[in-house]
């Protein structure tokens, strides 16, 4: 396993036009996977055994300008597209894309807002300070097993109080155009699956505004209708039909998949004009409830549009992986050249942008060290999801641990992660040569980065050849 994790971060030299940002890169990725607790770079610091030298080499790290974390993801993308594990349905590979808030009350941390959460959990606040994630994520695997491995990770909001101007794009649009611009970098069309909060008019415009040499467009959107929608028959004379009055009309019937349970449910499809477009309804009745999908591909088979939705609950499980088992979100960066801001959730009108162009180049680095932090710790667990589905029966065999409910197939990123992370702490002392760990170490024993001996007893390092 550790030899395969080898071979992905050599998949990721290219992206580096230095081996000392590649080493580093490596060094981090590896924290994310072995550390037990993780509080931003103070964590992989401890992991490592660095001193203060190593934690400053480790900052400069994730705000240099030698690297650039937009490259990185189109390597990592690439070679998760070359493994053969990505689910394709009818010539098109299957995206969820969504939103996270991450609450942050630095008061000189860029991109921070006021943020509202519609979430009806108790567990979080209406209001709060934080960042909003705009993240994509590939289903690998299959439809009924799998994971949703997150491939593109950025900050949708606070631009114009960073100096960086208004986006041009709404809220709901730019994970529709970071589904776009993936498409296009490399050459393959997406099937974009969404929740109800992108079932408007904008989303469906920008994923038919860019089309391939054959006309056909690159995205195709899979969403969630609201309640409340209507649409009209194909016509001259087209009439109005409000979409919940449908459900009180004759069903098809039959089987097919549920969140993992096949059942019987009950749909019914028509293509009607919305909003000037002509899009795909299908109407579902299932043991869970009733919902109406929305695609703009008119051909799609409601069946299987009913399977492909029902995986989308995979990026809420990706969400919950980054947040709460390698906490990618616990990063501090922070910076002088940003102007105060209160902690208390205001509007966010009243923020104020850097005034000169020093300290907005400052802020930008700001910005960018957290996208890099993420985007690191989702290569991470797109590297414990690959090995998941690659060696699911020499996890479970190295699991000594106690689960409740022992996995029948696929470990979860949880399982995969406790197994690497003593397996790490047994090769650090063992390391050998060729392998990236000699490198991490030869490096970080040359620079003087080590404030004491790592885990285990270290050995000469030989030369790789």
Not at 64 to 81: D, E, G, I, K
Not at 159 to 173: A, F, I, M, Y
Not at 201 to 212: C, G, N
Not at 256 to 270: D, F, K, S
């Amino acid at each position: 396993m550790l030899l395969y994790i080898y071979h992905i971060f050599r998949a990721l030299r290219p992206a580096f036009s230095r081996e000392r940002a590649w080493i580093l890169c490596c060094s981090v990725i590896l924290g994310f996977i072995g550390c037990w607790e993780m509080a931003g770079v103070s964590s992989l610091c401890r992991f490592w055994g660095l001193n203060t030298k190593g934690y400053l080499a480790l900052l400069r790290f994730f705000r240099a300008t030698s690297w650039n974390h937009t490259t990185l993801m189109q390597t990592w993308s690439r070679f998760v597209l070359g493994q053969s594990v990505v689910v394709d349905v009818a010539g098109r590979a299957v995206m969820h894309g969504d939103h996270s808030l991450v609450a942050q009350d630095g008061r000189h941390m860029p991109g921070v807002v006021s943020l509202h959460q519609e979430s009806e959990t108790q567990s979080k606040p209406g209001y709060f300070r934080g960042h909003c994630w705009g993240v994509l994520g590939l289903l690998i695997g299959s439809l009924q097993r799998g994971f949703s491995l997150p491939v593109v990770a950025e900050i949708h909001q606070g631009h114009e109080h960073v100096g960086h101007g208004k986006p041009k794009d709404t809220l709901t649009q730019r994970p529709v155009q970071m589904a776009l611009d993936f498409a296009v970098a490399h050459q393959r069309h997406l099937r974009l699956i969404l929740d109800a909060f992108f079932s408007v008019s904008p989303v469906f415009e920008r994923a038919a505004a860019m089309l391939d040499h054959y006309l056909e467009p690159w995205v195709e959107i899979l969403t969630k209708a609201k309640k409340g929608y209507v649409a009209y028959t194909v016509g001259e004379a087209g009439k109005k039909i409000t979409l919940e009055d449908v459900f009180e009309q004759p069903f098809c019937q039959d089987t097919c998949p549920v969140y993992g349970q096949v059942e019987t449910v009950g749909y019914r499809v028509a293509n009607l004009l919305w909003q000037n477009r002509l899009i795909r309804f299908i109407w579902v009745k299932n043991s869970l409830g009733r919902m109406i999908l929305m695609s703009s591909d008119l051909t799609l088979d409601p069946l299987q549009a009913i399977e492909l939705y029902c995986t989308r609950m995979r990026i809420e499980s990706t969400f919950d992986r980054l947040k709460n088992l390698l906490k990618v979100f616990a990063y501090h960066f922070w910076t002088q050249s940003l102007p105060r801001h209160s902690r208390r959730p205001t509007k966010n009108s009243s923020l104020q942008p850097p005034e000169s162009l020093e300290d907005q180049v400052a802020v930008t680095r700001c910005w960018r060290a957290y996208e890099r932090f993420v985007t690191l710790g989702c290569v991470a667990l797109g590297i414990l999801q690959l090995i998941a589905l690659k060696y699911p029966q020499q996890i479970l065999d190295q699991f000594q641990q106690f689960l409740r409910t022992p996995p029948k197939g696929i470990p979860s990123e949880g399982v995969v992660k406790a197994v690497l992370a003593d397996l790490l702490q047994d090769r650090f002392g063992k390391v050998t040569s060729g392998a990236t760990l000699s490198y991490i170490h030869a490096y970080f024993d040359q620079a003087g980065f080590f404030w004491q001996t790592p885990i285990g007893e270290t050995q000469e390092l030989c030369d790789s050849a």
